[in-house]
């Protein structure tokens, strides 16, 4: 992983400067606070492991755009999982006609999968897993905050009374207290975008028809 996580760190380190990357191999001669640094990351995303290694060093970069250069001790900071968590929201409300549209369809595709592998998984109908539960609390808030599905996707599902019927509490304790703004921008986006909307609402059929196939 200290490999994966340094040549991330690497890359997006020189293309904010407009710079070629070439992956480092060696890493025998590394001082002591990049391997401290390095270590202390690997740990974060040992207890975080739904955390994308990538997605999280490309925010550093992309929500301090005035910044050209960044210390990698900075990705064990507060301010690094602030970054992480405002680029997480940009990049979940991207619109469907801008010019990144593609990222935006691609993390719905990937919601689409990991919603038909969790619930291959358990051996649970779309429908179920809707109302599936981890103790008290639904599992598509879970999922949501680990960034597993996106809104865009549980629109598509068509599960706004649950948000609705949802305890505002446990709602604005598990993302933030502007949740329901965040809601409602997606909504919006995802009613008046045919192309996004249908491309789900295909993706979500298909997954249906699979699972209710293999429960046969």
Do not use: W
């Amino acid at each position: 992983m200290r490999e994966q996580i340094y040549n991330s760190y690497l890359y997006h380190s020189r293309a904010a400067v407009g710079k070629p990357f070439k992956a480092r191999r060696d890493f025998s001669k590394m001082s002591e606070e990049q391997l401290s640094s390095l270590d202390r990351i690997e740990r974060l995303f040992r207890s975080y492991r739904h955390i994308n290694i990538d997605d999280f060093i490309r925010a550093g970069f992309k929500m301090q755009p005035g910044i050209k250069f960044i210390k990698l001790s900075f990705f064990h900071s507060a301010k690094a999982k602030k970054c992480y968590t405002l680029y997480m929201k940009e990049k979940e409300l991207i619109s469907p006609d801008s010019k990144d549209n593609k990222v935006l369809f691609d993390t719905c595709k990937e919601s689409i999968k990991n919603i038909y592998l969790y619930c291959k998984s358990r051996n649970i109908t779309l429908d179920q897993y809707k109302y599936d539960k981890d103790g008290a609390t639904p599992t598509i808030l879970l999922h949501l905050k680990e960034h597993k599905v996106n809104l865009y996707t549980l629109h598509g599902l068509e599960i706004d009374y649950i948000f609705r019927e949802c305890d505002k509490e446990l709602l604005y304790f598990i993302f933030s207290s502007d949740f329901d703004d965040y809601y409602r921008k997606s909504r919006d986006t995802f009613i008046k975008s045919k192309e996004l909307k249908e491309y789900i609402r295909k993706g979500l059929k298909i997954v249906q028809t699979k699972l209710l196939q293999s429960a046969l």
